[in-house]
């Protein structure tokens, strides 16, 4: 994932999981490690859609579907899958049988979060580092056929959680082809934004 989207991802994870609007960019630079340029570039498509507002010393998350929508379009879910396959059995065995330290993301982490729902899946996207990795694909070893399997390379910056943070989870379903896609995103914006 790239590095203006670990602050996105901060700044919604921070404005729907704890109502914190205002931030610094000098705050978002030690927490990170990143540059202000860095922080800064990442800002400037935000504020020129009227996401964020810029005062003197800091800025606001004004409007969290236009934060959301830029991102959401700029995310290239593909780039960061680093293995897939296809399993033989039904998404919530598969749910169950992954290793600890793999981090829900999608439809498997709409669900865990909500314990619900809104349309049946055949897919299962999560998140692991190196060492989860070498586990899922042990696990799950490389079949022929339509992969209902999806690994994605986790950042050193995701939550320590086995559910994505809720601004991830939205992103990545904005992402994804399958028609069920639009029914977990329109529940999810309607829980968001409504």
Same mark, same amino acid.
């Given at each position: 994932?790239?590095?203006?989207? $670990?602050?996105? &991802? !901060?700044?919604? #994870?921070? =404005?729907?999981?704890?109502?914190?609007?205002?931030? #610094?960019?000098?705050?978002l630079s030690k927490k990170f490690g990143f540059s202000l340029s860095t922080i800064s570039n990442a800002l400037k498509p935000l504020e020129q859609a009227g996401a964020i507002e810029k005062k003197k010393r800091s800025f606001s998350l004004i409007? %969290? &579907?236009? %934060?959301?929508?830029?991102?959401a379009t700029a995310r290239k879910l593909n780039?960061?899958? +680093?293995?897939?396959? &296809?399993?033989?059995? *039904? +998404?919530?065995?598969?749910?169950?049988?992954? *290793?600890?330290?793999s981090v829900f993301t999608a439809y498997s982490g709409y669900?865990?979060?909500? !314990?619900? =729902? *809104?349309?049946?899946? /055949?897919? +299962?996207?999560?998140y692991a580092g190196? !060492?989860?990795?070498?586990?899922?694909? !042990?696990?799950?070893?490389?079949?022929? /056929? *339509?992969?209902?399997?999806? $690994?994605?390379?986790?950042?050193?910056?995701?939550?320590? %959680?086995?559910? %994505?943070p809720i601004a991830q989870i939205y992103v990545d379903l904005w992402n994804l082809k399958e028609w069920y896609a639009r029914d977990f995103l329109d529940a999810l914006e309607q829980r968001l934004f409504e």
């Open positions: 994932m790239l590095k203006k989207e $670990v602050i996105y &991802r !901060e700044l919604l #994870t921070k =404005a729907l999981e704890e109502k914190q609007f205002s931030f #610094t960019q000098l705050s409007d %969290a &579907r236009k %934060a959301f929508a830029f991102w780039k960061d899958i +680093v293995y897939s396959t &296809r399993i033989s059995l *039904p +998404v919530r065995k598969i749910e169950g049988s992954v *290793p600890p330290g669900r865990f979060l909500f !314990e619900d =729902a *809104p349309a049946d899946y /055949g897919e +299962v996207y999560l190196q !060492e989860t990795q070498k586990d899922l694909k !042990e696990r799950f070893p490389k079949k022929k /056929g *339509p992969p209902n399997i999806f $690994v994605l390379q986790k950042d050193s910056f995701m939550p320590k %959680a086995d559910i %994505a």
